[in-house]
């Protein structure tokens, strides 16, 4: 059924002490069993986050980091559930009490799935979906899809039905492994159709999603910069010892990567909860830009300045730094600074003024 008017307020008010009781709950959770670790999530009440854009997305953001700080395969299907209720309430689609979420919508080349209308009125899905995260342990997804018209549709499926085959195909990567991002072929599966065609893609909240990855982005990296800062306080702290000048320097980068990453996500927050309604495409894709590059800086620089040791002995640490450069390819590179160069030339505003 649709959500309720009620049930949509009580997303829209959710408490800003889900952070602080995330990162309570994830303490005690052990990393590398991602879809255990999300049901209990769901189950504790912790994927109840403010929406994006209703005046607490700080707060949302806040969760979504202390994700990415445990464990970026628990990021990742915490962040794709949290994002699916987030979409149905805003295309007001069906609630399910206790179910766990996905948002399958890559679209690479090739054939997509195809959505249809049976004979009995119903709606089917059918073709063969790539880079389907959790789809063994999930209970539902929000899967993107094509209706016989050709135009983009959004349709959430059970997942434990006839006609859904989770294979074990497409996945071959040792970073995220956790996350099992395999191929699932529906074949006539029942489905139900979420908005209009194209209103996921043209919705306010859609790069208001695609903005809050970055918070789990920032989350592993941050992890990771903490490592070094206890290591290099630990040496400072050692009278025995003279501090390593080269480690300070790594340090120092870390700061400067971390603090202006921070420094955008506080902004763009605020941003985003004062202009609900606005197209946050150029906020969403430089700071999800901006927050990879400073990512990929913390990665290197902590590496350098701690060496193997951490990478061998650390498993936290280990799975972070293996994790993180393949969930940063989510970004789309070069083709997302292109998108961000051509939105700033054809406005030709500057955005740049204090």
């Not at 395999?182 to 695609?210: I, K």
């Not at 903490?226 to 480690?247: G, K």
């Not at 902590?302 to 061998?312: D, F, K, Y």
């Amino acid at each position: 059924m649709p959500l309720t008017a009620q049930s949509r307020a009580e997303f829209a008010v959710a408490p800003a002490r889900v952070p602080p009781m995330l990162a309570q709950y994830v303490a005690g959770v052990p990393d590398g069993d991602a879809a255990s670790a999300l049901a209990g999530a769901v189950a504790a009440g912790l994927d109840r986050l403010p929406l994006p854009g209703s005046g607490a997305t700080l707060a949302r953001w806040q969760a979504l980091s202390i994700a990415g700080g445990h464990d970026l395969s628990f990021a990742k299907l915490y962040e794709g559930h949290t994002d699916a209720l987030a979409i149905l309430a805003e295309l007001q689609g069906p609630d399910i009490a206790g179910a766990t979420w996905g948002v399958w919508c890559a679209e690479p080349p090739g054939p997509g799935v195809a959505l249809r209308v049976a004979g009995n009125g119903r709606y089917t899905l059918s073709g063969r979906k790539q880079w389907c995260s959790g789809a063994a342990a999930l209970s539902h997804a929000l899967v993107s899809c094509r209706d016989a018209a050709g135009r983009r549709m959004l349709a959430a499926v059970s997942l434990r039905q006839p006609g859904v085959e989770v294979t074990n195909q497409g996945w071959h990567a040792v970073g995220m492994a956790g996350s099992a991002s395999v191929d699932v072929v529906f074949t006539d599966a029942q489905a139900v159709p979420v908005g209009e065609h194209e209103s996921y893609l043209t919705r306010p909240g859609f790069w208001m999603g695609g903005a809050g990855v970055a918070a789990c982005w920032y989350g592993a990296a941050r992890a990771i910069g903490e490592r070094l800062l206890a290591a290099a306080h630990a040496q400072t702290s050692d009278r025995n010892h003279r501090p390593d000048p080269h480690r300070l320097a790594h340090l120092g980068n870390v700061d400067i990567a971390l603090s202006g990453a921070a420094a955008l996500l506080l902004s763009s927050a605020a941003n985003i909860d004062a202009h609900p309604r606005a197209d946050h495409c150029a906020l969403a894709l430089r700071l999800r830009l901006t927050v990879e590059a400073a990512a990929t800086t913390v990665l290197a620089h902590a590496n350098r300045a701690l060496g193997a040791g951490p990478l061998c002995r650390d498993a936290q640490f280990a799975h972070l730094a293996a994790d993180l450069p393949v969930f940063l390819r989510q970004s789309h590179a070069e083709r997302d600074l292109a998108t961000l160069g051509s939105q700033l030339a054809n406005t030709g505003a500057s955005p740049w003024a204090l």
